[in-house]
Every structure is written in C-alpha cells, then in structure tokens.
C-alpha cells in the first residue's frame, strides 16, 4: 500500500524549462494573441450566422402564425 508520502517522492517534481531570447519571447506572444484573436472572429462570424438563422426562422414563423390567425378570424366572422 502506498502513503502519500510515497507519492510525494516518487514522482518527480520538475518540469523541463526552456530557455528562449527575447524575440522569441515576443514572436511567441504575438503568434498567441494573433490565435486568439482568429478564434474571437471565427467565433463572432458563427454567432452572427446562428443569429441570422434563428431571425429567419422566427420570421418564417411569425408569418405561419398570422396566416393562420388570418384564416381563423374568416371563419369566425361568418
């Protein structure tokens, strides 16, 4: 059976480090903030065409309902 204690020192408890100069560093960041913001517009653009297609379908919708409206209140009204 192991205690926590083996766990502790069994695993080790160091990551490799790399070293890099500043400009890559600086490449890096930019490559990262260049990604996210590719993922905001890639996201934005299929937001915007849910929106559009969801606004379409309630039109669609909107008009079934008052065609159907429509029809009832001729009914009714003979």
Excluded: C, G, W
Aim: proline residues 3%; neutral net charge; hydrophobic residues 30%.
């Amino acid at each position: 059976m192991y205690s926590m204690f083996d766990l502790l020192f069994e695993t080790p408890s160091y990551r490799p480090v790399y070293v890099i100069s500043d400009s890559e560093m600086k490449e890096l960041k930019k490559n990262q903030h260049q990604e996210k913001l590719d993922e905001i517009t890639t996201q934005k653009v299929r937001l915007e065409d849910a929106f559009k297609a969801q606004l379409k379908h309630l039109e669609e919708r909107e008009k079934e309902v008052k065609k159907e409206l429509k029809v009832l209140s001729a009914s009714k009204d003979k």
